[in-house]
């Protein structure tokens, strides 16, 4: 897909309607919810979700993240917390994928790539067949005990711009992106948008002087 110089921005790791409101308060196109996961951080309850979820205006894309790889599990979630958009941080199998569009038709469907090595090319590629949309993190679904996101990590992005380049659907990159680093990640990759969580977080919380920072270097790129 053509590259892009001005992505969206998804905060992800949302925990209540303030850090909801501070995130689109300097220009987050998109927030990320997190449900239940084997690990890592930004975890809240279902109902959270949907009481956050519908919260924001409708403008704001709201990712529901689930770790679920089957249909009729994933389905009874979303009809928990009602967001416009899933993130699916596990892969899941084509079949599924039919299923969830015959059943949710108005709700955008993003896979998740753990970007590893060639092999995630192939499987980016396969996924975006049936996919609205891929977004590229830096878990370790291999693991006993899955790392599926938020990890303060960064992947290689030579892979990810390989991946933006072979497919014809929106890319959001994700993996250890903060104020220093981000530059130079749209630069290489040029995807439709970035999502971070770690990078704006202290303690586990929104902080707003990073959340600032990390908007002000965004803002230098779309001026170039």
């Not at 897909?1 to 790791?13: F, V």
């Not at 949907?50 to 990712?63: G, L, M, Q, R, Y």
């Not at 938020?150 to 992947?155: E, L, M």
């Not at 903060?178 to 971070?196: C, E, F, M, R």
């Amino acid at each position: 897909m053509k590259g892009s110089l001005n992505p969206k921005i998804k905060i992800c790791c949302i925990a209540n309607k303030l850090e909801a409101d501070l995130a689109m308060k300097y220009g987050a196109t998109a927030i990320g919810l997190v449900s239940h996961m084997p690990s890592g951080p930004g975890v809240i309850s279902e109902k959270s979700i949907k009481e956050i979820a519908a919260h924001v205006p409708p403008s704001i894309d709201t990712f529901f993240l689930t770790s679920e790889t089957r249909a009729n599990a994933i389905i009874s979630q979303h009809q928990l917390v009602l967001t416009n958009t899933i993130q699916l941080v596990d892969k899941v199998e084509q079949e599924d994928f039919k299923l969830l569009r015959k059943a949710l038709p108005e709700v955008t469907l993003i896979q998740v790539i753990h970007v590893q090595d060639e092999n995630s090319i192939e499987e980016a590629k396969a996924a975006a067949s049936y996919a609205d949309a891929l977004l590229l993190d830096s878990g370790r679904p291999q693991l006993k005990t899955k790392i599926l996101g938020g990890t303060g990590q960064v992947h290689d992005w030579k892979y990810s711009k390989r991946i933006r380049s072979v497919v014809n659907i929106p890319i959001y990159l994700a993996g250890g992106l903060h104020n220093s680093n981000v530059l130079t990640a749209i630069k290489t990759v040029q995807p439709y948008g970035i999502d971070l969580c770690t990078g704006v977080r202290t303690d586990g919380k929104l902080n707003e002087d990073k959340l600032r920072a990390f908007f002000k270097a965004i803002n230098s790129v779309q001026a170039l």
